[in-house]
């Protein structure tokens, strides 16, 4: 464990650095509501950190800090000549005699920068906490202070079963709630669920659940992300508490800002058509099938149209399609041989949306409709793939070529 404390004009920070033989690092950078001198920080940093490796269980522990006055009065080579350095003093001592194992070494500055870095952190964000509070919890204080603080919820009879064995009067609630614990564990004092590949999560209480999707959402860090992505960055940080998803999608969308600010379509909706075709060739659904397998003449491309009534298909195949051919094609394949029709349906297209097209239209009272590209006519696109449709194009102008 690195500690070191600092004392500035903005006042006074602390710092731990705990790393254990694992690879694992728990950081802490706290700034203190009271002034203190250096000499009293950094014994508010040893303190805190012996409080922490205590909670957490530690046995062994060894502590590398660069205050030579702090570490020989721990070890008894100077006296201790200020009373309130006394008070801190004996409270390491008290501390000290919970590990099995304690050494305090004095390293060089260049040796504790992490520490002293979390310090200075500290000092510069302005946050406060009380470095005087005891961390260490038991677990009848844990029951106390999740049934005190809010009303029954979910946690309170899982935490009364681990720490007492108590269980519903109900049998069925009971069992239920015996196969329900079995995914939880009491760690000093702490409700924590078990993951199934990852490290335990701590459970939180609804106002915790609360304030911990409010500072992911939109707190300092916050970028105002959706409910999904919300629950699962609070999953991954290292907590659980039921339904988060559920949660955490009411609460994206009752956020204020995401409601006036998201790139939303702001576009009124508008009432759905559905498509009629009350007779047959009333209706024609009409594409540009290609390119497709060159053909005699180097044709590659189709012009397509379906009845929406009857779903026949008329085409002719072209090298090339101009809007000329367009006209053509209504004119010749539609109007002359089924009759004048009622509508016909077309994408957006420059080869149907021109002024000779709807010149036609409107001579013959034609109505002209555009729909979505590549979804004019959608039986024409099933009936007739573009890998597979040369022998239909083929045998389609070999019947029309003999009917002259």
């Keep these: 464990m690195y500690t070191d404390g600092a004392s500035k004009s903005q006042g006074a920070s602390i710092g731990v650095v705990l790393e254990a033989p ?169 409700l924590y669920r078990k993951s199934f590949n990852g490290p335990y999560l701590r459970c939180l209480l609804p106002s915790e659940a609360k304030k911990l999707l409010e500072e992911i959402h939109e707190g300092t860090c916050g970028n105002h992300i959706g409910g999904r992505s919300l629950a699962h960055k609070a999953l991954t940080a290292g907590y659980y508490w039921p339904y988060m998803m559920t949660e955490a999608r009411d609460y994206a969308k009752k956020c204020n800002k995401c409601q006036r600010f998201a790139p939303t379509i702001h576009q009124p909706a508008q009432t759905l058509h559905s498509i009629v075709a009350p007779w047959p060739f009333a209706k024609w659904g009409m594409d540009v099938v290609g390119e497709l397998p060159k053909a005699a003449g180097g044709r590659r491309y189709a012009l397509v149209a379906t009845d929406y009534f009857t779903k026949w298909v008329v085409a002719e195949a072209y090298v090339t399609v101009s809007k000329t051919d367009t006209m053509s094609f209504i004119w010749k394949h539609i109007i002359c041989q089924f009759g004048i029709p009622w509508e016909i349906v077309v994408d957006n297209g420059t080869l149907f949306q021109n002024a000779k097209v709807q010149e036609l239209c409107d001579m013959y009272k034609i109505k002209l409709s555009f729909a979505s590209v590549t979804y004019p006519q959608g039986m024409v696109k099933q009936r007739l793939p573009t890998k597979s449709s040369l022998p239909t194009l083929r045998r389609i102008w070999k019947t029309k070529k003999e009917r002259g």
């Design 22 to 190: 694992s690879g694992l690092k728990i950081e802490e950078a706290i700034c203190l509501e009271q002034s203190t001198t250096n000499n009293e920080a950094e014994y508010e940093a040893l303190i805190y950190g012996l409080e922490l490796a205590r909670e957490m269980g530690i046995q062994r522990l060894n502590v590398r800090g660069d205050s030579q006055l702090m570490i020989e009065q721990v070890a008894g080579n100077f006296y201790t000549k200020a009373p309130h350095l006394a008070s801190l003093l004996q409270k390491v001592t008290d501390l000290r005699s919970h590990f099995r194992q304690f050494e305090l070494i004095q390293v060089p500055r260049e040796q504790n920068q992490k520490a002293d870095a979390l310090a200075k952190l500290a000092s510069a964000g302005g946050c406060t906490r009380q470095s005087s509070i005891s961390i260490s919890r038991s677990s009848k204080d844990m029951e106390v202070y999740s049934t005190s603080s809010e009303p029954e919820c979910w946690i309170d009879p899982i935490i009364k079963y681990l720490t007492t064995s108590e269980l519903p009067p109900n049998p069925k609630d009971a069992k239920l709630l015996r196969l329900r614990a079995q995914r939880y564990s009491m760690i000093h004092g702490t």
